[in-house]
């Protein structure tokens, strides 16, 4: 009986509509954008992920799990390069005052936001080998970061196993604290991309500040 209840839970589906809502709403986030800090019509970027949504839900669908795996790099890739390129254009335009107070608020909690999003979805994707992987193990005894369900043993459910929501909260802990706080980086690629969304974080807060202060 215990061996047919771990065969069930290590083939058991992970969930995917929660990091597909976190794409469209990254593409929803970012047409909140001024056009001037932003790539394109502010359209574009949902309209990209969505068909990418689209292409990732079909391969998922029949099977073609490599090609699902290729194309939710390709969608975290374009959202962090857009993410990048936004927050570049920010800087560039506070110094010389092209942007209103108001806007500048809304702005910078659109980049606040779409970093953690965009940083949820790689460590999501990239977490011991993916959400494909992760469900074929009964539990989640190792990764990239050590959740705490990791160390309490029997205490918690043996079968326990990080979803979207997990990378999610870490995300948000990372961009609100600048550091890990429950659940440490072990890998050396996760202490990585902690750094790049502490500092776009830092970055996005500390233009804030100085602009609220009226030293830029």
């Avoid at 194309?71 to 890739?77: F, H, N, T």
């Amino acid at each position: 009986m215990g061996i047919n209840s771990k065969t069930k839970r290590a083939y058991a589906k992970e969930p995917r509509w929660l990091a597909i809502i976190a794409m469209l709403a990254t593409g929803l986030v970012y047409a909140a954008l001024p056009s001037n800090l932003s790539v394109g019509p502010d359209w574009l970027l949902l309209a990209v992920m969505g068909a990418l949504v689209t292409s990732t839900l079909i391969s998922h669908r029949v099977g073609y799990h490599g090609a699902d795996k290729i194309v939710g790099y390709m969608a975290s890739g374009i959202l962090t390069i857009a993410l990048l390129w936004s927050l570049g254009l920010l800087v560039a335009a506070i110094p010389r005052h092209e942007i209103n107070p108001k806007t500048l608020l809304l702005s910078a909690v659109a980049l606040w936001v779409t970093n953690i999003l965009v940083f949820a979805l790689w460590y999501w994707r990239l977490d011991a080998g993916g959400p494909h992987e992760r469900e074929k193990v009964p539990g989640h005894r190792e990764g990239a970061f050590l959740f705490p369900q990791m160390n309490l043993g029997a205490i918690s459910d043996p079968n326990w196993s990080p979803n979207f929501v997990d990378y999610l909260f870490l995300a948000f802990t990372t961009s609100t604290a600048l550091s890990p706080t429950d659940t440490p980086a072990l890998s050396r690629w996760a202490k990585i991309l902690m750094m790049i969304q502490a500092t776009v974080s830092l970055t996005v807060l500390a233009l804030l500040a100085a602009r609220a202060v009226n030293i830029l």
